[in-house]
């Protein structure tokens, strides 16, 4: 993987992931301390999805239309902004706008920028294997993040504010440099009209529809990944509930969610191993998500504490399996002009998946607790699985 493409892909998604990687640690404990409830914390998170929701397909019609490049840009200068109104905020609805700031930037960089570079290294008639690349993109950025949340616990035992107001900074530097070094010489700039362009919009959106409908393995990763995400959005949520009677300093936390990403990385580095075993990627991604919901279970099966972090490490491990299988099976399933907007929809469809767990996660850690939370989530997460998989069928 010679490439500049792919080297500078590496490169921007190293500046991309720092910024939040840096409040990991912190996320829902930052809202815990300004008075939120459980379910309070949850629908903060909330406004992120549903801002992700409605705003995803449109974007993703944005990068294929007038350029993935700008989409990538505007994501970074709008999630600096993201974080620098979190950073001063204390009350729940000042939450949720940087929350919503957030959700539209991850949605100009979702789908564009991955669509950025397979484009690009088909332009130079690279033949690089994409599974490899986003094997490694992954590997960039557990390293990146892992090194993040350890610097972003230390920084909010000193105050949780500066760690939001630290992590704009890298999306800063991304967004400029992005903008002077990522080049779309495969991209063919036409002038639009504010009307010639929605026109466009709309004939892309058609097609893409149409591509749904006919592309069964694509179905089948929208279907995975809606119910993966309904799934781990409790772990995601309340881990810092679940270890907190364990962990006492905010750089605990820190070094807590660095093994738990080391984990993430021994799963995505055996993806690969994976694939050549089982000879079919939606196999190796069916293996993937049993693992995460079994773990998620066995998590809060236990009181001891070796126990509950080994099986919470193993689904993490699972989680780094299946993000590099999934991103090959997908983008080896669908057609270049329709990359970045069927990428936003199989995003978009995954989020809403997220709504449905983090409504389901809030009311019953609230009402009923947290420990049957994660139970729910896992066993839903593994049937599921068993019920789609089924659905799809190896294309490359």
């Not at 706008?97 to 949605?107: D, F, K, P, R, Y």
């Not at 993490?316 to 990359?339: D, H, T, V």
């Not at 850690?365 to 947290?370: N, P, Y």
Request: charged fraction near 15%; glycine fraction near 8%.
């Amino acid at each position: 993987m010679k490439s500049k493409t792919v080297k500078l892909y590496f490169t921007l998604t190293a500046l991309y992931t720092a910024g939040t990687a840096m409040i990991g640690s912190i996320y829902t404990n930052y809202l815990r301390a300004a008075g939120l409830n459980e379910f309070e914390v949850n629908m903060v998170n909330m406004a992120f999805f549903i801002t992700i929701t409605i705003c995803e397909i449109p974007t993703g019609l944005f990068a294929d239309i007038f350029g993935r490049k700008r989409s990538f840009v505007i994501s970074c200068f709008l999630m600096a902004i993201s974080m620098f109104v979190y950073a001063l905020s204390h009350t729940m609805i000042w939450f949720m706008i940087a929350e919503s700031l957030g959700g539209i930037a991850v949605t100009f960089s979702s789908g564009a920028f991955d669509a950025w570079m397979i484009d690009s290294l088909a332009y130079e008639k690279n033949t690089t294997d994409i599974h490899r690349i986003f094997s490694v993109r992954q590997k960039v950025s557990l390293c990146v993040t892992m090194l993040s949340v350890v610097i972003g616990g230390y920084i909010a035992d000193i105050s949780m504010s500066y760690t939001w107001a630290i992590g704009g900074i890298p999306y800063l530097i991304c967004g400029v440099f992005a903008s002077i070094t990522m080049k779309e010489h495969y991209f063919q700039k036409r002038k639009f009209s504010f009307l010639e362009g929605l026109t466009q919009m709309g004939v892309t959106a058609k097609k893409s529809v149409t591509e749904i409908h006919r592309n069964a393995p694509f179905r089948f990763i929208i279907l995975v990944g809606i119910i993966q995400t309904f799934a781990v959005i409790t772990p995601n949520m309340e881990w810092q509930k679940v270890f907190g009677e364990y962990l006492e300093h905010n750089r605990n936390f820190g070094f807590f969610i660095f093994i738990s990403y080391l984990a993430v990385f021994v799963g995505g580095h055996y993806s690969e191993w994976l694939i050549r075993k089982t000879g079919n990627p939606k196999v190796a991604i069916i293996i993937g998500q049993m693992i995460i919901g079994t773990f998620i279970m066995l998590t809060v099966s236990t009181k001891m504490f070796p126990l509950v972090v080994v099986y919470f490490l193993i689904h993490e491990a699972g989680r780094g399996l299946y993000r590099p299988l999934k991103e090959a099976f997908m983008q080896k399933n669908i057609p270049s002009e329709q990359r970045a907007t069927l990428a936003s929809f199989e995003s978009v469809t995954g989020h809403i998946g997220g709504m449905v767990g983090l409504l389901m996660t809030g009311v019953v850690a609230t009402t009923i607790g947290v420990s049957f939370a994660w139970v729910i989530s896992g066993g839903i997460l593994v049937i599921a699985t068993l019920l789609v998989a089924k659905n799809g069928h190896k294309k490359v």
